[in-house]
């Protein structure tokens, strides 16, 4: 079986390269990636490193607790930090600077993944939440590399698709890996796809530990008292397509309550903020745009967020959030932020992504979940008739997270003991 899965990756190389090579020509991003996907260029620590990966934003943000709770374990251990996508590789960069070495994860091609553990030569691998490659898995255990799979989650409808893959791995997923998984339903499932059940703990969602920087807070703020300091102010985070227009006229609607409301609206991938400005300009709308350098007046009723990185610390210069990619059936994006923030929130039905996390903001009443413009014009100015109201209900979601934390304790309880052992 595994061969016949190494003979498929080396058919279907040639068309992926293809698409990278594609995706290049009009997204900056893209260039220069196709070197490490194939293993070369990747870094070379000066000793046996530790390797963390995290496909993109969402999961290296969430990477960076367990990073520096290791980090102080183990100083001076070499941390790499691998990525799938562009916005994941800038927000590493973002986090971490020059502290750890970056590349993006090579192809799950026999040759790029030896290439790349050659260079690298980690001592263990931890792979954020559940990303299964087979060449690579086999490539650990072959090698004697622990791997931990932290915050690990197996839906009800992957266990399936996973079970057929199990035999790709199996030696490897029976053996050669801890499962630190998000909930004693996701143990349970990794164990019926053929995990050890000795290897599989229940160790909490990582990303429930995640601290926002204080610089990242105070900024926001900042923007907050320089430009809309007596206006009130909602957030749309890492909107899609087809969103934009639904947020766009909700606003005009929560605008005929609140004349004086500004929107910040964030578009989730670089490559649409140019059709994202035509948009606005489309629909007569006065907005400033952050790349422009200027900062929205009295007369912009929309911030434009063109730029990478910022989310958060715009997410500390609202009252209210609608984190996106939920009213059109991606699975949205992470509550977390502005739950941290203690934001009250908003989002679509469509949260598959992580549904336990909205079903608990939801639960709480720190989130309401919308499903058309005016639901979400309603719900935005039933906290700004009441910012009392609004503030209490984000304060509810920032204390679920408070007392979820604790699974980046229980991760490097696992990591450290394969951590000291000699390298």
């Known amino acids: 079986m595994r061969l016949v899965y190494v003979l498929l990756i080396y058919l279907l190389a040639p068309v992926v390269i293809a698409m990278e090579a594609w995706k290049a020509l009009w997204n900056p991003e893209y260039r220069g990636r196709l070197g490490q996907r194939m293993g070369f260029d990747c870094p070379e620590p000066p000793g046996p490193s530790l390797w963390v990966h995290g496909v993109s934003v969402g999961e290296v943000q969430a990477s960076a607790a367990l990073i520096q709770s290791l980090r102080k374990e183990f100083p001076g251990l070499p941390v790499v930090v691998t990525t799938v996508t562009p916005t994941g590789a800038q927000r590493a960069r973002a986090l971490f600077g020059d502290t750890v070495f970056h590349c993006y994860l090579p192809y799950?091609?026999?040759?790029?993944?030896r290439r790349f553990l050659d260079r690298t030569r980690p001592r263990v691998a931890i792979i954020m939440e559940t990303e299964i490659w087979p060449t690579l898995y086999h490539a650990l255990g072959s090698r004697g590399i622990p791997l931990v799979m932290a915050s690990a989650?197996?839906?009800?409808?992957?266990?399936?698709?996973?079970?057929?893959?199990?035999?790709?791995?199996?030696?490897?997923?029976?053996?050669?890996?801890?499962?630190?998984?998000?909930?004693?339903?996701?143990a349970e499932r990794f164990r019926i796809i053929g995990a050890a059940p000795?290897?599989?703990?229940?160790?909490?969602n990582v990303k429930y530990d995640m601290e926002i920087p204080a610089a990242s807070v105070e900024?926001?703020?900042?923007?907050?008292?320089?430009?809309?300091?007596?206006?009130?102010v909602w957030i749309a985070g890492s909107t899609h397509e087809g969103e934009e227009d639904a947020v766009l006229a909700a606003h005009a609607i929560v605008r005929e309550r609140h004349p004086e409301s500004l929107l910040i609206l964030v578009p989730r991938h670089p490559q649409r903020f140019e059709s994202v400005r035509a948009l606005l300009r489309k629909r007569g709308v006065e907005f400033a745009s952050r790349s422009s350098g200027e900062e929205p007046s009295a007369r912009h009723t929309v911030f434009l967020v063109d730029t990478l990185g910022e989310l958060q610390m715009f997410y500390a210069a609202a009252d209210v959030a609608f984190v996106a990619g939920s009213l059109v059936p991606v699975g949205g994006h992470s509550l977390l932020e502005p739950a941290v923030l203690g934001l009250p929130m908003l989002s679509g039905p469509h949260n598959h992504n992580a549904q336990d996390v909205a079903d608990l903001f939801e639960q709480c009443g720190a989130l309401r979940i919308v499903r058309s413009k005016e639901e979400l014009a309603q719900k935005t100015c039933d906290w700004f008739d009441d910012p009392a109201r609004g503030r209490a209900d984000g304060e509810r979601g920032r204390q679920a997270v408070a007392q979820s934390r604790g699974a980046v304790t229980r991760l490097v309880a696992m990591v450290a003991p394969l951590l000291s052992r000699p390298a």
């Open 108 to 113: 799950d091609l026999p040759g790029a993944v």
């Open 153 to 186: 989650r197996v839906s009800t409808r992957s266990v399936d698709r996973y079970r057929r893959l199990a035999s790709l791995f199996r030696k490897t997923l029976s053996h050669g890996i801890l499962i630190g998984a998000q909930t004693a339903a996701d």
């Open 198 to 204: 000795d290897r599989v703990r229940v160790t909490g």
């Open 219 to 232: 900024a926001g703020r900042a923007f907050r008292a320089r430009v809309a300091a007596h206006r009130p």
